[in-house]
């Protein structure tokens, strides 16, 4: 008598849980990361020796608007220093300027409103003007890789002979190549959607394997084992975490298989159930078909589109993006965010709280520019010994004697330190200018240098020939299927 099987339903719980999991990281991750270092504004770097004007110029007639640049920091400067207010306590105007200029990395930094669109004309004109530069991304998702991803996605399934295994195993990676920019991310994608294939024509005959005969295939075809290695390689090339997401995308591929063949087994089994004769499966008898798998014609079809599209997209996604700055380990020091207040807004006590918080080694911020406000209104009326920092409110009488000599009393000038006047200086502060940035963060906030990592690497030529490297691996099922023997 046959006993009924026993079935783990713990396993089932556990692939439900990985695939939403895996699918919730794999989207999440990209899309809430915060891929510019300020809000709403991301960074342009060229190198120093750049024509400047011409850059803005160039932004400018293609809409690119409220860029901030070294040149901005003139309107910031200009009133102060026409009242000669040049020295102590005003803003120190070359501490200023390394906001814009990095003379160590010989640097130059650009400031652009995330809202104004990058146009393909601007790009030809930083590629032709620039010997080399790098842009912020504010959205981690890529049309482009998007599909290609889904064009080979959609041939291979085409020609795969078990279409739901492969949906469901090849699918997530679709979603890795649109969510993962560069050339190795794609490269890798491809890769792997193109091993799922030969793994599922593998092991997805209608005819049963004995366990042997199994090993067996495996055997007599070690790129089976090998190429997922070359795909998690080639992925991890890319960066750390584009090889973090692309096991959450094998995670999602096989928790989501095994579901759907648990699902098919179920159904199956209940079809089963109401016949008479049981359905009948025969076990793979010829050896020759036990080594040899995959219709020639689909195998060279599938292989042909996977070498195509991996050389094709890596070609044109390199001479499209490779003039990247050039920095050891990817590292670039430019001014970033360091400390925030705890308040929100912009208040007297947020104020106080900003002075608090500052160490004396920060790049001037916003606080600066209402420092030198009130410094330049109260000067005048503040005795020489006396510090208008330490002032929060000025007033004065002022007297007038009438034609009787009566001598009247009236009341003079009130400056005070409040939120009023914070109100006033920022929004009169000039603009574009960093002062903008600063108050696109909705909070006062400090700024100094720091290293920050940006994947320079993901379209030069290391890539490229990486990419290239990794088209040679369905080249091989190709030339191994035409001279077989």
């Given at each position: 008598?046959?006993?009924?099987?026993?079935?783990?339903?713990?396993?089932?719980?556990?692939?439900?849980f990985?695939?939403?999991?895996?699918?919730?990281?794999?989207?999440?991750?990209?899309?809430?990361?915060?891929?510019?270092?300020?809000?709403?504004?991301?960074?342009?770097?060229?190198?120093?020796?750049?024509?400047?004007?011409?850059?803005?110029?160039?932004?400018?007639?293609?809409?690119i608007?409220?860029?901030?640049?070294?040149?901005?920091?003139?309107?910031?400067?200009?009133?102060?220093?026409?009242?000669?207010?040049?020295?102590?306590?005003?803003?120190?105007?070359?501490?200023?300027?390394?906001w814009?200029?990095?003379?160590?990395?010989?640097i130059?930094?650009?400031?652009?409103?995330?809202?104004?669109?990058?146009?393909?004309?601007?790009?030809?004109?930083?590629?032709?003007?620039?010997?080399?530069?790098?842009?912020?991304?504010?959205?981690?998702?890529?049309?482009?890789?998007?599909?290609?991803?889904?064009?080979?996605?959609?041939?291979?399934?085409?020609y795969?002979?078990?279409?739901?295994?492969?949906?469901?195993?090849?699918?997530?990676?679709?979603?890795?190549?649109?969510?993962?920019?560069?050339?190795?991310?794609?490269?890798?994608?491809?890769l792997?959607?193109?091993?799922?294939?030969?793994?599922?024509?593998?092991?997805?005959?209608?005819?049963?394997?004995?366990?042997?005969?199994?090993?067996?295939?495996?055997?007599?075809?070690?790129?089976?084992?090998?190429?997922?290695?070359?795909?998690?390689?080639?992925?991890?090339?890319?960066?750390?975490i584009?090889?973090?997401?692309?096991?959450?995308?094998?995670?999602?591929?096989?928790?989501?298989?095994?579901?759907?063949?648990?699902?098919?087994?179920?159904v199956?089994?209940?079809?089963?159930?109401?016949?008479?004769?049981?359905?009948?499966?025969?076990?793979?008898?010829?050896?020759?078909?036990?080594?040899?798998?995959?219709?020639?014609?689909?195998?060279?079809?599938?292989?042909s589109c996977?070498?195509?599209?991996?050389?094709?997209?890596?070609?044109?996604?390199?001479?499209?993006?490779?003039?990247?700055?050039?920095?050891?380990?990817?590292?670039?020091?430019?001014?970033?965010?360091?400390?925030?207040?705890?308040?929100?807004?912009?208040?007297?006590?947020?104020?106080?709280?900003?002075?608090?918080?500052?160490?004396?080694?920060?790049?001037?911020?916003?606080?600066?520019?209402?420092?030198?406000?009130?410094?330049?209104?109260?000067?005048?009326?503040?005795?020489?010994?006396?510090?208008?920092?330490?002032?929060?409110r000025?007033?004065?009488?002022?007297?007038?004697?009438?034609?009787?000599?009566?001598?009247?009393?009236?009341?003079?000038?009130?400056?005070?330190?409040?939120?009023?006047?914070?109100?006033?200086?920022?929004?009169?502060?000039?603009s574009?200018?960093?002062?903008?940035?600063?108050?696109?963060?909705?909070?006062?906030?400090?700024?100094?240098?720091?290293?920050?990592?940006?994947?320079?690497?993901?379209?030069?030529?290391?890539?490229?020939?990486?990419?290239?490297?990794?088209?040679?691996?369905?080249?091989?099922?190709?030339?191994?299927?035409?001279?077989?023997?």
């Amino acid at each position: 008598m046959n006993q009924p099987k026993k079935y783990i339903f713990g396993l089932d719980i556990v692939a439900g849980f990985l695939l939403i999991f895996s699918f919730f990281l794999l989207i999440f991750v990209p899309m809430s990361s915060r891929s510019t270092l300020w809000k709403d504004y991301r960074i342009l770097f060229v190198p120093m020796d750049v024509n400047e004007p011409a850059i803005l110029q160039a932004a400018e007639e293609n809409g690119i608007t409220g860029v901030i640049s070294s040149q901005t920091a003139e309107s910031r400067f200009s009133d102060f220093e026409e009242q000669g207010y040049t020295g102590y306590p005003f803003t120190d105007k070359e501490r200023y300027s390394q906001w814009f200029l990095n003379d160590q990395e010989n640097i130059r930094y650009m400031y652009i409103p995330s809202d104004k669109k990058i146009t393909k004309s601007f790009f030809r004109f930083l590629k032709q003007n620039t010997g080399s530069f790098f842009i912020e991304n504010d959205t981690p998702f890529s049309l482009f890789q998007f599909c290609i991803a889904l064009v080979f996605f959609a041939v291979s399934f085409f020609y795969t002979c078990r279409k739901k295994n492969y949906l469901s195993a090849a699918f997530p990676f679709v979603l890795y190549a649109a969510f993962q920019r560069g050339i190795l991310a794609l490269s890798s994608s491809i890769l792997i959607m193109y091993t799922v294939a030969f793994w599922i024509e593998a092991i997805g005959s209608s005819l049963k394997f004995t366990r042997e005969q199994l090993l067996f295939r495996i055997k007599k075809n070690p790129l089976l084992v090998f190429f997922p290695f070359v795909a998690l390689i080639i992925a991890k090339f890319n960066s750390n975490i584009s090889l973090v997401l692309f096991i959450f995308a094998l995670s999602a591929g096989a928790s989501f298989t095994y579901i759907i063949e648990r699902f098919s087994f179920f159904v199956e089994e209940k079809i089963d159930t109401q016949k008479i004769h049981k359905t009948i499966r025969a076990y793979v008898m010829n050896p020759e078909s036990v080594a040899k798998f995959w219709h020639t014609r689909h195998l060279l079809i599938i292989s042909s589109c996977a070498l195509f599209f991996i050389v094709f997209s890596s070609l044109f996604l390199h001479f499209s993006f490779n003039k990247t700055m050039k920095a050891y380990q990817n590292t670039l020091y430019l001014p970033v965010p360091e400390t925030e207040v705890g308040i929100s807004g912009f208040s007297k006590e947020a104020f106080n709280e900003l002075k608090k918080i500052r160490t004396g080694d920060e790049l001037p911020d916003l606080g600066n520019l209402i420092s030198d406000t009130w410094n330049a209104k109260v000067m005048p009326f503040v005795r020489l010994d006396h510090s208008p920092q330490e002032i929060e409110r000025v007033s004065f009488s002022d007297f007038s004697v009438d034609e009787k000599g009566v001598v009247t009393e009236q009341d003079g000038l009130v400056f005070n330190f409040d939120d009023e006047f914070i109100k006033s200086v920022i929004s009169f502060r000039p603009s574009p200018s960093i002062e903008d940035l600063l108050y696109s963060q909705g909070r006062f906030i400090t700024a100094s240098y720091a290293p920050k990592k940006f994947p320079l690497n993901r379209y030069n030529s290391a890539a490229l020939l990486v990419a290239l490297v990794s088209a040679i691996m369905p080249l091989m099922i190709i030339l191994l299927r035409v001279f077989e023997k």
